[in-house]
C-alpha cells in the first residue's frame, strides 16, 4: 500500500525567509511519479511538478526547488525568498505507474504556509 | 485553454437529501478522476473514468454515491440519500496521457455540507 506523510501541518514565516517543505513515502513498486500540488485560498489545486521515479536530479524553477531523495523516500520542496502569494496549502502527492495512465493519487495531508509581510 | 470545472463550488443540503456535483474535465481529456477531502482527512480517490467508462471505483463510498459520465465529456456525482459524513470538499481531475507520461489537472472543488 502507498502512503504519503507530511508532517508539517502549518509553517509561518516572514516573508523573504526560506521554507522547505517535507514529504515522506512509502511504496512497494520501483516505478513510480511524485507530484506537488499547491491549494491557494481559491481552493483549486495547482499543479507544480511531477517527478519520476527514475529520475532523481534536483530541480528548481524559479524561486521553487525539490529535492528528491530515493535513500530516504523523500520528496522535499523548498520555496527561496518567500513571498506573501506563497501562502497556501501545499500538497506531496504519489502515484503507482501501473499504467501509462489512469494511475490514482495518493495524497499527504498536505502542509499550511503562511507567509507574513 | 479552460481548465477543470466544477459546479456548484458550495453545497449546504440536510441529511437525507440528494445532491448532484458536476465536473467539467479540460477538452480533450479521456481521463476523470472524483476525489474528496473530508474534515482533517487526506484527500482521497474515489473513482476514475476512462471517456464514458468506469475504470476503477475503488474508492466509492457505499452505494449513496453513484457517478456518471454520459458521453464521455463532463461528469456527475451524486449522492443519495446524504449523510452527515459525506460532507467534504469533492475535487475532479482530468488528465491525457503524453510521451506514456501523465498529470492530473484539478479543479477548484465543491464544498458539500450536509445538515
Known amino acids: 500500500a502507498q502512503k504519503v506523510t507530511q508532517a508539517q501541518t502549518e509553517i509561518s514565516v516572514v516573508e523573504k525567509e526560506d521554507v522547505t517543505l517535507d514529504c515522506v513515502y512509502e511504496?512497494?513498486?520501483?516505478?513510480?511519479?511524485l507530484f506537488w500540488y499547491k491549494q491557494p485560498p481559491s481552493g483549486e489545486l495547482v499543479f507544480l511538478i511531477r517527478r519520476n521515479s527514475f529520475d532523481e536530479q534536483n530541480e528548481i524553477s524559479g524561486r521553487y526547488s525539490w529535492n528528491f531523495q530515493k535513500s530516504t523516500s523523500s520528496f522535499n520542496f523548498t520555496i527561496t525568498a518567500s513571498q506573501v502569494v506563497d501562502s497556501a496549502v501545499y500538497f506531496c502527492a504519489l502515484s503507482e505507474r501501473v499504467k501509462a495512465a489512469g494511475n490514482k493519487l495518493t495524497f499527504g495531508g498536505g502542509t499550511r504556509v503562511l507567509v507574513k509581510p | 485553454e479552460a481548465g477543470v470545472t466544477q459546479f456548484p463550488s458550495h453545497s449546504v443540503i440536510e441529511k437525507g437529501q440528494t445532491v448532484t456535483l458536476r465536473c467539467d474535465p479540460i477538452s480533450g481529456h479521456d481521463n476523470l478522476y472524483w476525489y474528496r477531502r473530508v474534515m482533517g482527512k487526506e484527500i482521497k480517490f474515489l473513482l476514475h473514468?476512462?471517456?464514458?467508462?468506469?475504470?476503477?471505483e475503488s474508492g466509492m463510498p457505499n452505494n449513496r454515491f453513484l457517478a456518471e459520465r454520459t458521453g464521455g465529456t463532463y461528469s456527475t456525482l451524486k449522492v443519495q440519500p446524504a449523510e452527515l459524513e459525506d460532507s467534504g470538499v469533492y475535487f475532479c481531475?482530468?488528465?491525457?496521457?503524453?510521451?506514456?507520461?501523465?498529470?492530473?489537472?484539478f479543479g477548484p472543488g465543491t464544498r458539500l455540507l450536509v445538515l
Open positions: 511504496t512497494r513498486d520501483t516505478t513510480y511519479y
Open positions: 481531475a482530468s488528465s491525457q496521457e503524453l510521451a506514456n507520461q501523465e498529470t492530473q489537472y
Open positions: 473514468f476512462v471517456k464514458e467508462s468506469k475504470q476503477d
